[in-house]
């Protein structure tokens, strides 16, 4: 099977403190298609993982990747390997159509980019925890003892994402809570800091914590500068990735299975061997296909 390499921007960090970066990436099959074609309500993180585990045969030493380790990577690499596999997938080219934010405007916005051209930053720390001082303005509520002002943190993963998604929808400010719950391993002397703890980080703190965050992480830039042809005003526009490259594939169900009767009936293959194939090989396929059916006719005729 055709495998594409790449290094990840961040990295896989083991129990030992090695850190893998390179990935062997195998195209989507028919089995991942028809999967997100029936988890249409299964949060956005999980598919994810599992999408990963399924389509990345190595990521450095570690082959195969299990869930866990899926699971484990950082968001960033994540959303990275998602953007290689819609390459693989469906090509480069993003044609979309959004609707101007602008309250006074919001006409529709047709957009069309590369995802070659989004940016990404590779993290020099790998961690895998970071220490960091609060500022003396942020005054942990806590204690107010210099000692309470040491921050000690990991970076969110696939994991959190998993736990914190639903929260979402309900409570940013929450989400923000139960991610730095799950992220924050010590603060002064206190390891395991627990709910109480960190509940009573102010938002001053939690924006320096966050802030810091960042700044260590690798990172995916998936923010799209667009101008909107109605109003003539220039915004930047999100792009959800993960939606969209799923909502591609999800649109497709019909015809993965129109695909799957047409080689099945001609070449005789079973429904199992035809979903082990990349798009692009069935595509290859019934192209072949139809060039000899033009040919037979154009015989005949």
Not at 37 to 55: G, H, Q
Not at 58 to 85: F, H, N, T, W
Not at 114 to 142: C, Q, V
Not at 182 to 206: F, H, M, T
Request: hydrophobic letters at 35%; aromatic letters at 8%.
């Amino acid at each position: 099977m055709d495998k594409r390499r790449f290094i990840l921007p961040g990295g896989y960090i083991d129990d030992s403190g090695l850190v893998h970066r390179e990935i062997a990436l195998c195209h989507l099959s028919g089995r991942e298609e028809e999967l997100l074609a029936d988890n249409k309500e299964m949060i956005s993180a999980r598919l994810v993982s599992t999408i990963i585990s399924r389509c990345v045969s190595r990521i450095g030493k570690i082959s195969p990747v299990p869930p866990e380790v899926a699971r484990d990577l950082l968001i960033a690499d994540r959303q990275y390997i998602m953007l290689k596999l819609r390459e693989a997938t469906f090509g480069d080219r993003v044609q979309a159509t959004i609707r101007c934010p602008w309250p006074d405007c919001g006409k529709k916005v047709d957009i069309d980019f590369s995802t070659a051209d989004i940016p990404f930053r590779e993290s020099r720390d790998k961690g895998p925890l970071y220490k960091m001082t609060l500022s003396r303005a942020a005054d942990f509520a806590g204690d107010n003892e210099d000692g309470c002002r040491e921050i000690t943190f990991r970076l969110p993963n696939g994991g959190d994402q998993e736990e914190v998604s639903p929260y979402l929808y309900e409570n940013e400010g929450k989400a923000l809570t139960e991610l730095l719950k799950r992220c924050i391993s010590s603060i002064g002397a206190v390891e395991g800091p627990g709910d109480d703890l960190v509940e009573k980080l102010s938002p001053r703190e939690r924006m320096e914590i966050e802030k810091r965050m960042e700044e260590v992480a690798p990172g995916v830039e998936l923010k799209m500068e667009a101008n909107c042809p109605e109003c003539g005003r220039d915004f930047d526009a999100p792009f959800d990735l993960q939606e969209f490259f799923f909502g591609e594939l999800r649109t497709s169900r019909d015809l993965l299975y129109r695909e799957v009767h047409y080689l099945a009936y001609h070449y005789h293959w079973s429904e199992g061997e035809i979903l082990e194939m990349p798009r692009a090989k069935r595509r290859g396929y019934i192209e072949i296909l139809a060039d000899e059916m033009e040919r037979l006719n154009n015989a005949v005729g």
